[in-house]
């Protein structure tokens, strides 16, 4: 008899937040947590990782074509004054970056067929260390 094959498992949010607690320790957080998935900016994915990610960077829908604009992410942090380069500053350029020339034209390389493929995807970036009367976790 052959076994059928099993569907990949994937990471539930509280199980990715499992794995970021044993890897960082119950102390530290990720400082800022890009997700490609889609859908990923929700309740449910900001509360299972409040405690291990300061500042989550998700799309509120879909996400495949262009992706992120990693070149001017990783541009942004080589240049970038390590004293003075905050957390909010970095998730800040995440987003900012998405919807630039670059992305534009990369888009547009990837799919003539819809060059305005970018104005479909939402990205936004939520400080999670902040609790609802302000105070940082």
Not at 37 to 53: E, G, I, P, S
Not at 67 to 84: E, T
Request: proline letters at 3%; aromatic letters at 8%.
């Amino acid at each position: 008899m052959v076994a059928e094959p099993k569907a990949a498992e994937i990471l539930k949010n509280s199980e990715l937040a499992e794995c970021l607690r044993k890897w960082l320790g119950k102390e530290k957080k990720v400082a800022v947590l890009l997700m490609s998935n889609c859908w990923m900016m929700n309740l449910h994915t900001m509360y299972a990782l409040k405690d291990t990610v300061k500042c989550l960077v998700a799309p509120q829908g879909s996400i495949d074509v262009p992706g992120y604009n990693l070149k001017d992410i990783f541009n942004q942090i080589n240049k970038a004054d390590s004293i003075r380069f905050k957390i909010n500053d970095l998730a800040i350029v995440c987003v900012e970056t998405f919807d630039n020339t670059y992305s534009k034209a990369k888009a547009i390389m990837l799919d003539r067929q819809e060059p305005g493929i970018l104005e479909q995807f939402k990205i936004f970036a939520v400080d999670l260390s902040k609790t609802t009367d302000g105070e940082s976790r």
